[in-house]
């Protein structure tokens, strides 16, 4: 026996005639759930041995009376020994001892799987029966509801999985069950696509041959008895885990025999026994298999109330002995009489396959609540069918509350969406395959008929046709979300953008494909609205007819923006500036760069165009004061890379803009707070600064003069360092000293409030001691002059 590459066993399986074992209608357990009609009853009769008691579904189920040897879950070493009929051994005709280890531990990761896949099965098997009954109605003379039966024994560990679709004949059984790969709804659908008469559109879910072998994943033992309605004879395969054989034998116990179908019984391994719990069955259902289009019933424990006598306490029936005239009454008490009946599992219908004329509002509110536990009807729905190259259904919601909390949009694992193929449930764990990382807030179900999967039906491989998906499902969301906007209810939106703004700003950065139907969507406060949010186009709409840009100033706050200097032109000029005051706003924009042709521009950074230049005004300025701007810049030295005259002040006597290409005082202001972030770096970062002054001001001109008389003096130069200090505050930065600034501050109060009331006294004293202006050192020298001309 050589040893198989993986190359090879890839190659095994895609080789094979399609794949997969979908003849095996699902089973209940091959002794304790079996079929009789020998009372020539047309629909017949199903009997359970786990319950004593009647049980009745559709009044076709009564009790079985068992033998006394317990037969539920009995392993046989050999089925030879366990029927009178001989049993044929077979060699598996694909080398299985590495084949099967590979199906068993490789394709599959999560073992719960297994009851997704024989159901799968089951659910083709009787879609054959179904479409074969079309042609050939003596297919379905015997009357059986066409379902799904799953039925456990959790004390023995057994699941019994029941159909009654197809069935099997001998050779294939061994043509199915006995080559790995090999699958019979592969076959199938190759022979309605040869034959001339296939004009009808089959659903089978899967054709990858290994769908059964699933089975061994929590089975040391499997057993498939089937019926097909082409044989008249039925017959039980057998095999075991870890073996390269398997058996077949005709089943001859009359109690067993089936009218129609398969029945797959697992004898659990020993750690996977939990599976046979009836409540995890009926979970493992809902999840999975919840819109398979035939009904699916488990075995359940149900219970109903009612009132029994009860025994008289002796004491107590002496004492009212004594009052014969008192009326006697029976004293009864309330218990639960337990019982097992079958339940339908499956009950909710996919609306998806429906028309969307078809379905209410109401129904899709509905099923939104039930799929995804809410308790909140959606802010908007999308249902719709793409067709084409690629044919998928789905139905999108908005939740009305974010679900993960309206800061928390870094983790793109959600399982928001739920992927479903040919209605079975494949996965709802996705890392942006589908929708990316700012649209993980949408909720909804996709169904689709060819998505490429791999084998094991769990992994969504990054495929054209699964980008293709995800470009259509993003269109659809962008549509849902943009009729949410232009609804005539404009608190729907605020709603949105209250829980789900920033997913679409994180949009702007991660997805430049996308930026035309983001920004329409993008809301800001602005200087005209800072009490309701506008849109870009309403600030368009604004514009004034010479202006070539849209404005903003990124701040922390929108009262923080309103009082920054550097809008005081604007607002002369009444145009508007929008306020960005979200941490991800100033980055968003950035990247969007432009809105309809107009761009961006930050009204805090250097050569702010404003479209009223006048050259010849300009030039008689800088004449006037450039000496200034140069003894200004001697002052600061390597503070600010040069001093300019502002064309953006009105009140303020200056300003500290930052540089074209830098960072802005908000965003190094983020930078700084990053928990994470590497401070070695915000020197590099860190924009070139201006230092703008106001030529109009008071404070200016001073300086102005003093430049040309006293360019020396001590306390002009000391009246430069305030000045950029407090510039450096109100244009947002953040002091690399701030003692010092608020001791020249201090310092500057007592000189103003030195005399005004009256003598100041000792603090005045004081301050002037611990004072450093070179005024108080004159003082103390004139002091004594003027004590001796008084004397």
């Known amino acids: ?88 051994k077979f060699e598996y005709q694909a080398e299985v001892s590495r084949l099967m280890d590979l199906i068993v531990n490789s394709l599959y990761s999560n073992k719960e799987v297994f009851l997704r896949e024989l159901i799968s099965n089951a659910s083709d098997a009787l879609d054959k029966l179904r479409f074969l009954g079309v042609t050939q109605p003596e297919l379905l003379k015997d009357g059986v509801d066409l379902d799904i039966r799953i039925q456990t024994d959790k004390d023995n560990g057994v699941i019994t999985i029941t159909d009654s679709g197809i069935g ?45 072998y699933s089975a061994f994943l929590v089975s040391e033992q499997v057993e498939v008895s089937t019926k097909s309605p082409k044989s008249d004879k039925q017959y039980v395969w057998v095999g075991e885990a870890n073996s390269s054989t398997y058996t077949i034998r005709e089943e001859t116990d009359p109690a067993k025999l089936l009218p129609r179908g398969t029945r797959l019984t697992l004898y659990l391994k020993r750690d996977d026994k939990g599976f046979a719990h009836p409540e995890r069955i009926e979970k493992l259902v809902k999840n999975y298999s919840q819109f398979v289009s035939f009904p699916i019933y488990t075995w359940q424990e149900k219970g109903y109330t009612k009132e029994v006598e009860v025994d008289e ?42 028309s969307p004329k078809e379905v209410s509002k109401e129904e899709y509110n509905e099923f939104y609540k039930k799929t995804f536990n809410e308790y909140l009807e959606p802010l908007a729905s999308s249902h719709f069918t793409t067709e084409g190259e690629v ?61 490429p999967l791999n084998v094991s039906r769990e992994i969504l491989q990054e495929s054209r046709v699964v980008r293709i998906m995800r470009k259509r499902l993003v269109r659809k969301a962008f549509e849902m979300i943009q009729g949410i906007s232009l609804s005539e209810n404009k608190d729907d939106y605020d709603k949105f953008w209250e829980n789900y703004g920033k997913h679409l700003k994180l949009g702007c950065i991660e997805d430049r494909e996308n930026h035309k139907r983001l920004a329409p969507l993008l809301r800001f ?92 005004k300009e030039k008689e300025i800088k004449q006037e004061f450039g000496q200034t701007c140069d003894w200004i810049k001697k002052r600061l030295g390597d503070k600010v890379a040069s001093v300019q005259i502002s064309n953006r002040l009105s009140s303020s006597p200056c300003v500290l803009v930052s540089g074209k290409f830098g960072w802005s005082a908000n965003m190094e202001r983020l930078m700084k707070a990053q928990t994470v972030g590497d401070t070695s ?58 003692a010092q600034l608020g001791g020249k501050i201090y310092e500057m109060m007592n000189m103003a409030l030195a005399g005004k009331w009256g003598t100041v006294g000792g603090y005045q004293q004081q301050v002037n001691q611990q004072s450093y202006i070179p005024e108080t050192v004159e003082a103390e020298v004139v002091e004594p002059a003027e004590a001796g001309g008084q004397k």
């Not at 020998?38 to 786990?50: P, Q, V």
């Not at 399982?415 to 700012?438: A, T």
């Open 681 to 738: 770096n915000l020197d590099f970062m860190r924009s070139r600064r201006v230092f703008e002054i106001n030529p109009e001001h008071q404070i200016i001109r001073t300086l102005n003069e003093a430049c040309r008389n006293t360019p020396d003096d001590e306390e002009a130069l000391r009246a430069i360092d305030l000045l950029y200090d407090a510039a450096l505050v109100s244009s947002g930065f953040t002091p690399d000293n701030p």
């Open 1 to 88: 026996m050589h040893r198989l590459s993986k190359r090879s066993v890839t190659s095994i399986l895609r080789s094979s005639t399609a794949a997969r074992y979908r003849d095996v209608a699902a089973p209940i357990s091959s002794s304790h759930f079996f079929y009789d009609s020998a009372d020539g009853d047309s629909k017949g009769r199903w009997y359970s041995s786990l319950t004593s008691g009647r049980c009745n579904v559709n009044g076709s189920i009564k009790p079985f009376k068992s033998t006394n040897k317990p037969f539920l879950a009995c392993r046989y070493e050999s089925t030879a020994a366990a029927s009178d009929s001989p049993s044929e």
């Open 313 to 354: 306490d002796p004491a107590e029936a002496k004492k009212e002995g004594e009052d014969e005239t008192a009326e006697k009454k029976k004293k009864t008490k309330k218990i639960v009489e337990k019982y097992w009946d079958w339940e339908l599992t499956n009950e909710t219908q996919p609306i998806w396959l429906r």
């Open 391 to 451: 044919e998928f259904r789905s139905i999108l919601y908005v939740p009305s509350v974010s679900s993960m909390g309206k800061d928390d949009i870094v983790n793109p694992k959600t399982k928001n969406i739920r992927l479903y193929v040919k209605r079975v449930f494949i996965s709802d764990d996705f890392d942006g395959e589908l929708f990316p990382r700012y649209l993980s807030f949408i909720k909804g179900v996709v169904d689709s008929n060819d998505l």
């Open 525 to 616: 406060f602005s200087s005209q609205s800072d009490e309701f949010t506008i849109s870009l186009d309403e600030y368009v709409e604004n514009m004034k007819p010479d202006q070539k840009d849209i404005y903003y100033i990124a701040s922390d706050s929108v009262t923080s923006a309103k009082n920054t200097p550097f809008l005081e032109k604007l607002l002369e000029k009444d145009l508007e500036v929008l306020f960005l005051v979200d941490p991800i706003d100033e980055v968003a924009i950035q990247n969007l760069k432009s809105y309809k042709e107009k761009n961006f521009v930050d009204i805090s950074k250097e050569d702010l165009d404003l479209g009223d230049k006048n050259e010849d």
């Open 168 to 212: 099997m004949t001998r050779q294939e059984l061994v043509d199915c069950l006995g080559t790995i790969a090999q699958s019979g709804t592969a076959k199938f659908l190759k022979a309605l696509k040869d034959s001339k008469d296939a004009g009808a559109d089959s659903n089978l879910i899967g054709q990858f041959g290994v769908g059964f």
